[in-house]
């Protein structure tokens, strides 16, 4: 049986924690931050969790992390 392939743009977009949970980068960060106030910029440079919804496909994207 073949190895299974680990989906590169799950990869590049998500990193496992220790607890086994997923944390992903915020969007609304890449332009138009001019209109977007200071604090709401600062929030979202932070590492958030993936919701656990989706926690089940990401594993599947990524069986070897």
Do not use: E, V, W
């Not at 680990?6 to 086994?20: H, P, Y």
């Not at 977007?36 to 910029?41: I, L, M, N, S, Y």
């Amino acid at each position: 049986m073949p190895k299974m392939k680990t989906n590169r743009g799950a990869a590049k977009r998500f990193a496992r924690t220790a607890s086994g949970g997923f944390k992903r980068n915020a969007s609304h960060r890449r332009h138009i931050l001019t209109k977007k106030d200071t604090k709401r910029k600062r929030q979202l440079r932070a590492a958030h969790r993936l919701h656990t919804a989706d926690q089940r496909a990401a594993r599947r994207m990524m069986p070897y992390c």
